[in-house]
Every structure is written in C-alpha cells, then in structure tokens.
C-alpha cells in the first residue's frame, strides 16, 4: 500500500503523540496534528495535505459536527474518521451526516485499527462491532439527531426490506416475512443498494437508521403487504 499521510485531531497530546509511534513503520505517516477541530482547519488552510484525518469529537455538539462538515467540503478528497472513547449513537448519526468515513472506539487493537484505516482508504465505511448489536436489536431510540429522512425513490416493499435488514434477517427469513420468494428478496435489494448507494447490507442499513426508517423496525416483522 502507498504512504498515507494522516493528520491526527485530538484534545490530548500524549494520545496524539502514542499515535504517531504507533504508527511508525506502518504505510500511516503523521504529517500534521492539532488540539482541536478549529486549530485543525487552520492548518489544512495553510497548506497542509493529508489523505486521512483522524477525529475525537469529545461532545458531538453542533459547533463540532459544523466545524468537521466544512472541513469535509473544502477538503472533499480526504478521508475522515472519527478515533474516539465511547459508541454515542447521536455522536455517529452527526458523524455520518458531516462525511465520516468510519467512527471507530480508542480501545480498538492495533492491527484493527490499521485495517480498518485501510478499509477507509478504500472507500469502505467502518464502524465498531458494538454497531452491529445496535441494528439488529432496533436501539434507536436515543438517536436524538437523525438527518432528515431521504428516500432515494424507494418503494413501499423496498422499505420493508430495509426494516428487516435494520433486524438483522437473512434473504430467507425476510422472504418469509414478506410473504415473497428469496428471489423477489435479491431483485428488490439490488435496486434498493443502488438506490442509496450502498455496497452491501451493513450500509444499506446504516443508511436506514440514518433516514428515518429504523424508528420503525418492529413493522419489519410483522408487514408483509400494505
């Protein structure tokens, strides 16, 4: 993999300074790093260059999430990860409507993190495995700050699907669900992944319970036709 050069944010020192030997001898070079998210767009505007830049968002507030969005915009080519202490679904949904590419916990391990980063660079998103638990148990209810719902054109049924993916039901069991066959199943989830853009299951519901649609995942079970 070709040299990465990652811009690190983060209230404190000694954290950042741990990062830049963990990273040593990696493909990862810290070129830049900055106390806060304000110190860090100034330096960006003065020249420096990274492909990646590392987050903690010590309280997700609103000043926070701005501040990263127009970095997202003047810098649309970098990467964006957010490197911080606690799994705040209101934190994440902020996080993912400014253009994080990943929301990743500070207790990860070492090669984790590296592959997650990479995944990144890829184009991939990330996210903790505790996210996982969130989907497919419907906990969005403390999701205090989700965007506004954006339907891409979907229809009725693709909706169901996507509750049922939000439940963490296979192609079987949502066929069962809904009444239809597994084949029916894979047409209505090809359109609706390339609907919203998603490249597989997780985004498609990640996307979900970023648009509205996980408030209403106990439907999923139950609706077969409206």
């Given at each position: 993999?070709?040299?990465?050069?990652?811009?690190?944010?983060?209230?404190?020192?000694?954290?950042?300074?741990?990062?830049?030997?963990?990273?040593e001898g990696t493909p990862f070079n810290v070129?830049?790093?900055?106390?806060?998210?304000?110190?860090?767009?100034?330096?960006?505007?003065?020249?420096?260059?990274?492909?990646?830049?590392?987050?903690?968002?010590?309280?997700?507030?609103?000043?926070?999430?701005?501040?990263?969005?127009?970095?997202?915009?003047?810098?649309?080519?970098?990467?964006?990860?957010?490197?911080?202490?606690?799994?705040?679904?209101?934190?994440?949904?902020?996080?993912?409507?400014?253009?994080?590419?990943?929301?990743l916990l500070k207790d990860i391990a070492c090669?984790?993190?590296?592959?997650?980063?990479?995944?990144?660079?890829?184009?991939?998103?990330?996210?903790?495995?505790?996210?996982?638990?969130?989907?497919?148990?419907?906990?969005?209810?403390?999701?205090?700050?989700?965007?506004?719902?954006?339907?891409?054109?979907?229809?009725?049924?693709?909706?169901?699907?996507?509750?049922?993916?939000?439940?963490?039901?296979?192609?079987?069991?949502?066929?069962?669900?809904?009444?239809?066959?597994?084949?029916?199943?894979?047409?209505?989830?090809?359109?609706?992944?390339?609907?919203?853009?998603a490249s597989n299951r997780t985004q498609a519901?990640?996307?979900?319970?970023?648009?509205?649609?996980?408030?209403?995942?106990?439907?999923?079970?139950?609706?077969?036709?409206?």
């Open positions: 993999m070709d040299a990465i050069n990652v811009f690190l944010i983060d209230a404190n020192k000694l954290f950042r300074e741990g990062m830049k030997r963990l990273f070129v830049g790093e900055a106390g806060s998210l304000r110190e860090g767009l100034s330096a960006l505007n003065t020249g420096t260059n990274p492909d990646l830049i590392l987050i903690d968002l010590p309280s997700g507030a609103d000043e926070e999430v701005d501040a990263m969005r127009t970095l997202r915009e003047n810098h649309p080519s970098i990467r964006i990860v957010i490197l911080t202490n606690d799994l705040e679904t209101r934190r994440l949904s902020a996080a993912l409507g400014a253009g994080a590419g990943g929301y090669e984790a993190l590296m592959q997650s980063l990479k995944l990144v660079m890829m184009g991939e998103k990330v996210f903790p495995t505790h996210l996982a638990e969130l989907l497919v148990n419907g906990r969005t209810e403390d999701m205090g700050a989700e965007l506004p719902t954006r339907r891409k054109g979907l229809s009725q049924r693709e909706v169901q699907i996507l509750r049922c993916l939000l439940n963490g039901n296979s192609n079987k069991m949502i066929a069962n669900h809904l009444n239809i066959t597994e084949a029916t199943v894979k047409v209505h989830l090809k359109s609706l992944l390339r609907k919203i853009n519901a990640i996307w979900a319970l970023n648009n509205g649609i996980g408030d209403q995942t106990a439907e999923a079970g139950v609706a077969a036709t409206v």
